[in-house]
């Protein structure tokens, strides 16, 4: 599914799937954690050249910080501003260090036959939009609570967020967001009930309608 | 430059330069920090798909952790072991974490004209072997020192090893390794001396000759 520029609907992000959003620079998307224990996988491609893309290893060298915050960009794979996190009532610090689940991690999780994945989705939403790449960018994975220890061992646990917690993404750029609502089901890292759950959506223009 | 298979030469990698090596499974390449003070940003392109590449996201992913310390392995983006580090004598935690710099960096830091870096060292080193990739995977960068604090924020300081440190990489695949010495010379990444030096390689069989 995508989504035409400078709508303001609101919209469903299904649970375990994936989305393309066009945003023109200076529109908003306003992702809402409806039940608070749901993980939301991003990317960011250049409306121009998609293979300008969303890089969370030149997002945490402009932003000398492991985590994404308030007031902090994305950044792109040419260290252009795509995006900035303009609001953010969850408990922040949304991981940008760990991959998007796929299939060999289900395969290692002994799940059997086809387990959807963020990457999948990742791929099968811009094929809704016309978009093929023949790779997979890291992602920024809003609301996944990961906890790095002094020794740098990672931890995967619960999202913090409550129900309604929301971030305000605004496009520095035009872009293509890509959204998944991480089907994982077998670790908690979308809560200890391993239910994916469904995501809130809205676009609102760059002036105007308050969010 | 690139080394055909199963060289056993002892090599110079030169400052602020890259090079492609081809190593079999089971061979060991081994990277010393001459001086001490250089970082060599690295990657690693399996032998027969060079789009599958070694991934910082998979690889923190795989080893729970952000730094790569000694028997970690490096991860490729379809989550398969590239390489192990089976030796390290530097006080270790490689940095996972920061792009290769690239020309936007160096314009940041206001340098004219142009300046050699390690994202464009890596395109011009697989191009002396007939690989061309669109992308640009994050690196693995050896010896660089990026402590990260307890709020996220990481700070950039010139490396803890000592001259003659060396880390030893086995292939657990067919690999194409990509080094570059990286050519930072405004920061203290590379040392206080803000001077890119050479690194010395070394490139043993699976089994017999002690590294």
Redesign the interface.
């Known amino acids: 599914m995508s989504v035409s520029l400078g709508e303001t609907a609101d919209l469903r992000l299904k649970a375990s799937h994936g989305l393309a959003i066009s945003l023109r620079r200076g529109e908003r998307l306003r992702i809402e954690n409806l039940f608070g224990t749901q993980v939301v996988d991003t990317w960011l491609l250049a409306g121009d050249d998609p293979?300008e893309?969303s890089?969370?290893?030149?997002t945490?060298?402009v932003n000398?910080?492991?985590?994404l915050?308030k007031e902090m960009v994305v950044a792109s794979?040419?260290?252009?501003p795509m995006a900035r996190l303009v609001e953010d009532t969850s408990p922040g610090?949304h991981d940008t260090?760990?991959?998007?689940c796929?299939a060999?991690?289900y395969r290692?999780l002994r799940c059997e036959g086809y387990h959807r994945s963020c990457t999948d989705n990742f791929h099968e939403a811009l094929g809704a939009v016309g978009i093929t790449l023949?790779?997979?960018?890291?992602?920024l994975n809003l609301f996944m609570n990961v906890p790095?220890a002094?020794?740098?061992?990672?931890?995967r646990v619960a999202p913090a967020s409550r129900p309604g917690d929301a971030v305000v993404l605004q496009a520095e750029m035009d872009v293509t967001v890509v959204l998944s609502a991480c089907p994982q089901d077998v670790t908690p890292i979308n809560g200890t009930e391993r239910t994916p759950r469904d995501i809130g959506l809205a676009i609102r223009p760059a002036r105007g309608a308050p969010l």
């Open positions: 293979f893309h890089s969370m290893d030149h945490r060298s000398s910080n492991i985590f915050e794979s040419l260290r252009r610090r260090l760990l991959c998007p796929n060999a991690i290692e023949p790779f997979t960018p890291a992602s790095v002094a020794d740098g061992s990672v931890e």
